[in-house]
């Protein structure tokens, strides 16, 4: 191959680097700092709220999901509790409590960090509800810190679902987040779900925007 030729797709290659680069440099995404909750299964809602029992509807969330009105306390080792978890819906086919690490110290658990549906292996917990209890031999985990973006947004910022960027809070605390996952979906609003330890450390509440730096 020819010296110029191969200069010229250097070149190229080099300009749509920078243009990518360029893209996700700079692009701003609202935070929404994510309280413990948990998922569960028809199955399991009927053992904890009753037999035929239906989740019912308080608040809309995002990719056709919604928080419930209905609680469950959650137990640990040595009888450690933390109530009033808040369901979300609608039912999944597998239950699944996402919490903080310092709930998982609570609690007196190793709860992994993961992302939202990979519970194998995970921490056991207890689940009790007005009507019955369930134990979960896996299914709790801290979850990995995550952008929702639309497939336009992900357009717009240079990213594709499945990469794993760093983001940057400019702040007071100045904090820099890696190991962000991007999540994409046509039915994803823009915004990184952190839980509410990473969000009190770094001075962040909900509607604060950080920027996506690689």
């Given at each position: 191959?020819?010296?110029?030729?191969?200069?010229?797709?250097?070149?190229?290659?080099?300009?749509?680097?920078?243009?990518?680069?360029?893209?996700?440099?700079?692009?701003?995404?609202?935070?929404?700092?994510?309280?413990?909750?948990?998922?569960?299964?028809?199955?399991?809602?009927?053992?904890?709220?009753?037999?035929?029992?239906?989740?019912?509807?308080?608040?809309?969330?995002?990719?056709?999901?919604?928080?419930?009105?209905?609680?469950?306390?959650?137990?640990?080792?040595?009888?450690?509790?933390?109530?009033?978890?808040?369901?979300?819906?609608?039912?999944?086919?597998?239950?699944?409590?996402?919490?903080?690490?310092?709930?998982?110290?609570?609690?007196?658990?190793?709860?992994?960090?993961?992302?939202?549906?990979?519970?194998?292996?995970?921490?056991?917990?207890?689940?009790?509800?007005?009507?019955?209890?369930?134990?979960?031999?896996?299914?709790?985990?801290?979850?990995?810190?995550?952008?929702?973006?639309?497939?336009?947004?992900?357009?717009?910022?240079?990213?594709?679902?499945?990469?794993?960027?760093?983001?940057?809070?400019?702040?007071?605390?100045?904090t820099v987040f890696e190991h962000v996952k991007i999540r994409v979906h046509d039915s994803f609003t823009l915004e990184m779900h952190i839980d509410t330890d990473e969000a009190n450390a770094s001075l962040i509440k909900t509607g604060?925007?950080?920027?996506?730096?690689?």
């Open positions: 191959m020819e010296q110029q030729t191969i200069e010229k797709i250097t070149q190229m290659v080099l300009q749509t680097l920078n243009q990518m680069e360029s893209k996700s440099n700079g692009f701003q995404v609202p935070v929404g700092v994510s309280a413990r909750h948990i998922h569960l299964t028809q199955e399991h809602v009927e053992i904890l709220f009753g037999e035929g029992y239906n989740l019912t509807k308080k608040k809309e969330l995002m990719g056709g999901q919604y928080a419930c009105n209905e609680t469950v306390t959650v137990v640990g080792l040595k009888l450690r509790a933390i109530e009033n978890v808040r369901v979300l819906g609608p039912v999944r086919s597998a239950s699944q409590l996402e919490i903080s690490s310092t709930d998982a110290m609570k609690l007196g658990i190793k709860a992994p960090i993961r992302e939202s549906g990979n519970v194998a292996g995970s921490a056991p917990i207890a689940v009790v509800g007005p009507k019955g209890a369930v134990y979960l031999k896996e299914g709790c985990i801290v979850a990995m810190r995550h952008i929702h973006m639309s497939p336009a947004d992900a357009m717009a910022a240079g990213v594709h679902d499945g990469d794993i960027v760093s983001v940057k809070a400019d702040n007071e605390r100045g604060d925007k950080v920027t996506i730096m690689k």
